[in-house]
């Protein structure tokens, strides 16, 4: 883990690694050798960081440790596929995220909208 000039230990997780940010202790996820986002985590929350970015919630187990890991004191920053800000709480719902770590361990939900540019 490392310390940025803030003085804050940032950490991330991600899968595949896509800027080498050098203030942050980076680390890739590989499935075929056991290691995947849940494993990442745990190992991650060991070195106690106080803020993990993870690459992207992608099924129920890394959601519930993201949760658990915000519920532990940790700012987590991760991605999440969702039309919008009420679209991602639904969705986090619907994979069997129980609704007090909703309430509990979600800070903010940023949202973007791509708008189409007309060329000229």
């Known amino acids: 883990v490392r310390q940025s000039q803030g003085s804050r230990s940032l950490a991330s997780l991600e899968d595949p690694i896509e800027v080498v940010v050098p203030t942050v202790a980076q680390s890739q996820v590989n499935p075929a050798a056991g290691f995947d986002m849940v494993l990442g985590l745990r190992s991650l929350l060991r070195q106690d960081p106080e803020v993990i970015m993870v690459g992207e919630i992608r099924d129920r187990e890394t959601a519930e440790t ?35 770590l909703l309430r509990s361990g979600l800070l903010a939900i940023l949202s973007q909208r791509l708008l189409r540019r007309l060329c000229s």
């Open 66 to 100: 993201v949760f658990q890991a915000s519920l532990s004191g940790h700012l987590v920053v991760t991605t999440f596929h969702a039309g919008s800000a009420t679209e991602a709480v639904s969705r986090l719902s619907d994979m069997g995220i129980e609704p007090y």
